[in-house]
């Protein structure tokens, strides 16, 4: 049962209201078991933790793929690979000929167990969203613990041989189902100030591990780092959270609006409670009906009934500020250059 205890931000804010728009991508959380504990994980994932999604709510993801027409199925974590339910939820969604989109730790194809992870993902050309928060080793290490730069770039290095970010032609069947050998990395600050213009970051990120690892890659996506959870509580324990906000609001830009991914993108958390984003859902603060948290049960049986979630209002908090600073954020990176 979703813990709705009250919290912070759940106070009021003055971020305008937001109306959701048809939904195009399920965003879905696998659990927060995973083999990293990054310090700026919104997720608080780490090798401890044990919520993993179970095997029939993995039934209920395929069938609100199936039965809504949704388009992206997007899998996070943690580290979505190390549920055990992963592969043949990509698996079913493929047959259905939905789009997926796996956020890799890239570390994650080194661990023992999880050797012949590159080659499936490859199979069932799963999109691959790969975090690498800065090109050099000491910064990478710094915020995701040692060693980490070295096995990301092994776990890049695994995934271009396999066709990955070389711009592989697909089949026209292929292009009209999402398939593809497309790899993005994503970065993060490492500290609390905004990302830098995303495009001019892609190309020094191409340089670097083109000319040192010749690796490549198709875009980057920068991503705000949200005063939340693990980052949230590093900003209040160095007494920076305040200033950091500070930082967002004054930064905040209405042209972001009409691009935020809250608009077209439902975010299931792992017992399958249902939430405009992924950081509502690590505040807990979910998508209501009667003054009831949503499950993703319930949405199908709403759409069923011809009651989707087009026209809901999004649940909006101060952390909204985040994804409309600057040049805005969302999961697939800035929303204007």
């Excluded at 990054?38 to 919520?51: I, Q």
């Excluded at 967002?248 to 249902?274: K, P």
Aim: with cysteine.
């Amino acid at each position: 049962m979703l813990d709705t205890k009250p919290l912070l931000f759940k106070s009021s804010t003055d971020f305008p209201s937001i109306k959701r728009a048809q939904l195009e991508i399920l965003q879905v959380n696998l659990g927060y078991l995973c083999n990293l504990s990054c310090t700026h994980c919104h997720v608080n994932a780490g090798p401890k933790r044990t919520e993993l999604m179970s095997a029939s709510m993995v039934d209920t993801v395929i069938d609100v793929l199936r039965e809504l027409k949704v388009k992206v199925l997007d899998l996070t974590g943690g580290a979505p690979e190390m549920n055990p339910e992963f592969r043949r939820l990509v698996k079913a969604a493929r047959a259905l000929g939905v789009k997926v989109i796996d956020r890799c730790n890239l570390t994650i194809l080194n661990e023992p167990g999880y050797e012949d992870l590159a080659e499936f993902l490859a199979e069932y050309k799963v999109n691959v969203v790969a975090s690498l928060p800065c090109y050099t080793e000491d910064n990478v290490d710094s915020q995701r613990g040692k060693g980490v730069f070295e096995s990301s770039i092994e776990g890049l290095q695994k995934l271009n041989a396999l066709g990955y970010g070389k711009g592989v032609k697909m089949s026209d069947d292929d292009e009209k189902n999402g398939a593809s050998l497309a790899l993005d990395l994503v970065y993060n600050p490492g500290g609390p100030f905004l990302p830098p213009p995303q495009a001019a970051l892609a190309q020094d990120y191409k340089r670097e591990l083109g000319d040192i690892y010749d690796i490549e890659f198709d875009g980057l996506l920068t991503i705000t780092n949200m005063p939340i959870s693990r980052f949230g509580s590093m900003l209040i324990s160095k007494g920076q959270f305040e200033e950091y906000m500070t930082l967002l609001r004054d930064n905040y830009s209405s042209a972001n609006l009409a691009n935020i991914m809250c608009r077209n993108t439902l975010s299931v958390d792992w017992e399958g409670n249902v939430f405009d984003c992924d950081f509502n859902q690590m505040l807990l603060l979910p998508i209501e009906k009667d003054n009831q948290p949503l499950t993703l049960t319930q949405v199908l049986e709403q759409s069923a009934e011809g009651q989707g979630l087009e026209g809901h209002s999004v649940v909006v908090a101060d952390h909204c500020f985040g994804c409309t600073a600057g040049q805005g954020s969302s999961c697939g990176g800035a929303l204007a250059e």
